[in-house]
C-alpha cells in the first residue's frame, strides 16, 4: 500500500494495537529527522539548515503581529503557533508534521485548525506551499507580493526562496493575452553543501 521510498524515509517504532507503526517526522528527534530528510541514494553527512531560533524568532514574531496589525487582521494563538513552527524548523513542514507539533504539551492540533492557520499565513504572505513537496516553508523574503522561487535540493531536501526574474516570462504571457495571476517556481538539483560532499 505504502511505496519503499516512504517506508525507508519513515523509522520505524514499535507496533502495539494503539500505537502507529511509524512515527511522524515531527515527532522524531533531531538526528532522525536529518536521516529522513536525506535521500536514500545520499552518502554523506547531514549539513545544518536552521530555522530561525530565541532573539531571531522572537523579533519575526513580532515583525508579523505588526504587519498584520497594519492591515487590520489578527495573528491570533493559532496562526501564530504554526508560523512559530515554520520559522523554527530547519526545512520544509509537511501539514500533518505541524498538526503533531502544534501544541506545547505534545498535545496535536485538529487539523482544521493548522489548515485554517496556513491558509491564512499563505494568503498574507507569510508561507509558502511547496507543490512538489506537499510541505510548507516561511518566506524569507521582505515585502509582499512577490512570486515564490524555491531551490529544492534533492539530496538533503532542503528548500531555498530565491527572486528570480520574471519579466522577461511575464511579458511573454502578456503579448499572447494572458493575464498572470501568480508564478511560483520549484527547481530542483543538489545545493552547494550537497555537491561537496
Request: with cysteine; glycine share 8%.
Amino acid at each position: 500500500m505504502f511505496s519503499e521510498k516512504w517506508r525507508r524515509t519513515r523509522p520505524a517504532v514499535q507496533s502495539t494495537a494503539a500505537a502507529p507503526i511509524f512515527k511522524p517526522v515531527a515527532a522524531q528527534g533531531r538526528a532522525e529527522l536529518a536521516e529522513a530528510m536525506h535521500s536514500p541514494d545520499c552518502q554523506h553527512e547531514d549539513h545544518e539548515h536552521p530555522g530561525l531560533k530565541g532573539q531571531a524568532l522572537r523579533h519575526a514574531l513580532t515583525a508579523a503581529e505588526r504587519r498584520c496589525a497594519a492591515t487590520d487582521e489578527r495573528l491570533t494563538s493559532s496562526r501564530r503557533r504554526v508560523l512559530e513552527l515554520l520559522l523554527g524548523s530547519d526545512g520544509p513542514q509537511k501539514a500533518y508534521d505541524l498538526i503533531a507539533a502544534f501544541g506545547e504539551g505534545g498535545e496535536p492540533a485538529k487539523p482544521p485548525t493548522v489548515y485554517r492557520a496556513l491558509e491564512f499565513l499563505e494568503r498574507l504572505g507569510f508561507a509558502h506551499r511547496i507543490e512538489s513537496l506537499n510541505a510548507y516553508v516561511p518566506c524569507r523574503l521582505e515585502g509582499e507580493g512577490h512570486s515564490a522561487a524555491f531551490l529544492i535540493c534533492d539530496c538533503c531536501g532542503a528548500a531555498e526562496e530565491f527572486e528570480p526574474d520574471f519579466a522577461p516570462g511575464l511579458e511573454a504571457a502578456k503579448a499572447k493575452g494572458y493575464a498572470v495571476a501568480t508564478v511560483t517556481l520549484e527547481a530542483r538539483g543538489l545545493c552547494p553543501a550537497c555537491q561537496e560532499a
